[in-house]
């Protein structure tokens, strides 16, 4: 785009390539305390909620549907940090 404002609207992005469960697309601040990021799929919708639901089982999750394009999937233990909560927008 030709246009300056979208350039200035613009930030840098890091993309990491690989298979691994690690292929983040959002911005590389180089920091362990990583609050919030973002991925992208192919994959239709219905998958990827699929996915998140499979995943709790094995973390001990417990998955809280509150709107059609949100997933909150909240753990029963309290951690160093107070308790795990992800929350899912798809």
């Known amino acids: 785009m030709d ?6 609207a613009a930030q840098k992005q890091c ?7 690690d292929k983040c697309l959002g911005p ?10 973002l991925f992208t799929s ?16 094995h973390l001990k999750l417990k998955v809280n549907k509150e709107e059609a394009e949100l997933l909150k999937l909240e753990g029963s ?4 940090n107070g308790p795990v909560s992800i ?4």
């Not at 246009?3 to 200035?8: L, T």
């Not at 993309?15 to 469960?21: M, T």
């Not at 994959?43 to 995943?55: L, Q």
């Open 87 to 90: 929350d899912v927008y798809v």
């Open 42 to 57: 192919t994959k239709p919708a219905s998958v990827t909620i699929v996915k998140f639901e499979e995943t709790d089982g």
């Open 28 to 37: 590389c601040d180089n920091t362990n305390d990583v609050s919030e990021f």
């Open 15 to 21: 993309v990491k390539h690989g298979n691994g469960p």
């Open 3 to 8: 246009n300056s404002w979208f350039k200035k």
């Open 77 to 80: 233990n309290e951690g160093r």
